[in-house]
């Protein structure tokens, strides 16, 4: 007598074949390319399985649904652009060097004309798609600032900075990070800004942060 053999989990539940992981990966590239380019409303499951010629069974095979889908794409793009898990490396550094380099790189994933064209979509389905929007900043931005704030509590115990509020900070610092220029790029009033305007914002961004929040002795010792 033939005997099925099945995979199984250290638990001994059987678990199947293992999911298509080409298949799986056409479909993420698929899904960002038109959630990207028109949102996530716009974009349909159907228009997704043809872009990555499979089915929409092979689509459902490997996510619950299309809401699923939308949120791993972001955390990929956030993982691929931001590199939050990273940013605890940056505690190895001076305050203020790390801050810089961190911002720098922020600055050109704030500032990217993808970035901003999904910021826009994003803004759009809000009325209509609460409940996406509130995936998109879970997904992403979210992710990024906690990752942020865990790095302003190791300079805190390193008693470099001097913080009550680490999460108003974290605020704070994205928040004069984008400032007017964002603002302005958003709403098309100007050009997104040069490398030159950016490094400078960055700078003045940085220092602003710290005339708020570096500890005087570390202050003393620079």
């Known amino acids: 007598m033939t005997t099925l053999t099945t995979n199984t989990t250290k638990t001994g539940i059987a678990t199947g074949r293992p ?29 997704i399985a043809k872009a990555a010629d499979v089915s929409k069974l092979t689509i459902y095979s490997h996510f619950t649904n299309k809401t699923e889908l939308f949120r791993i794409v972001i955390e990929q793009c956030c993982d691929q652009l931001a590199a939050p898990e990273n ?38 389905e809000a009325m209509q798609h609460a409940e996406i929007v509130k995936v998109f900043y879970e997904a992403g931005p979210q992710r990024v600032k906690l990752a942020f704030a865990e790095l302003l509590s190791v300079w805190q115990q390193q008693k470099q900075l001097v913080i009550t509020d680490i999460n108003r900070a974290t605020e704070q610092f994205f928040s004069l990070l984008k400032g007017e220029i964002y603002v302005k790029a958003m709403l098309l009033l100007s050009p997104i800004p040069t490398a030159a305007e950016l490094e400078l914002h960055v700078q003045s961004t940085v220092t602003m942060f710290l005339a708020a929040y570096q500890s005087k002795t570390n202050m003393d010792q620079l």
């Open 19 to 47: 999911k298509d992981v080409l298949k799986r990966e056409n479909i993420l590239l698929a899904a960002t390319a038109l959630f990207m380019k028109q949102g996530y409303e716009l974009t349909s499951v159907e228009a």
């Open 87 to 124: 940013f605890i490396a940056y505690g190895q550094l001076p305050v203020k060097p790390g801050l810089l380099q961190l911002g720098a790189s922020l600055a050109v994933l704030i500032y990217s004309a993808e970035a901003i064209h999904l910021q826009r979509i994003m803004q759009s």
